[in-house]
């Protein structure tokens, strides 16, 4: 089967084998991962109670604020999916990308994950803050992108509560269905 590669909105696609490569060129994060075809097919939806996608995320869910996670809705999942992963960080960051909240195996019956909470079975993994859980938005100083990506996979995830974003990442190769993102952002002077 021939491939065929275009750019869309800073993503390079590359479309064949009945796969596709996704790179993201909008940011540090030079993230490949290979995900079937069918995953553009696919309608999954992550989205915001208290944020719209690129918009501000209010300073409550900020380290400037309560610090906590704020409540996302999720919908439209796959049937062949076993678990649901979720990756939050910041691009933007001045040294490389910077992780604030890694969470897998959540139930792919979930349909939101409430304001300060894990859902049940869920995992946190290790954060750029060195510990895992959610640390809010905290920029040194500017505007920054928050991306809340999830991701549906076609297994569970055995990975220590230790993984860090990296070890998700690879762990997740292969195995990702389609994929959805939110982007918030948060700006201090």
């Known amino acids: 089967m021939s491939k065929f590669i275009f750019t869309l909105i800073g993503i390079t696609i590359c479309i064949g084998g009945g796969y596709v490569l996704l790179r993201n060129f909008d940011s540090h994060d030079q993230t490949i991962l290979d995900v079937p075809s069918t995953a553009l097919q696919t309608s999954m939806e992550i989205t915001s109670t208290v944020f719209h996608n690129n918009e501000p995320i209010p300073v409550k ?69 060195g510990k895992p859980g959610y640390g809010g938005p905290c920029p040194p100083t500017g505007s920054h992108r928050y991306f809340f990506k999830l991701y549906a996979l076609d297994t569970m995830l055995y990975l220590s509560p230790n993984a860090d974003k990296e070890l998700l990442e690879a762990a997740m190769e292969g195995h990702v269905v389609t994929t959805s993102q939110l982007i918030g952002v948060y700006s201090r002077k």
């Open 61 to 129: 869910y900020t380290c400037d604020g309560m610090n906590s996670n704020p409540s996302l809705m999720i919908a439209n999942i796959p049937e062949e999916a076993k678990s649901l992963a979720l990756v939050i960080d910041d691009p933007d960051a001045p040294s490389d990308t910077w992780v604030h909240w890694i969470l897998w195996n959540i139930h792919p019956s979930t349909t939101a994950i409430a304001e300060h909470s894990v859902p049940p079975g869920a995992v946190e993994g290790m954060t750029s803050f």
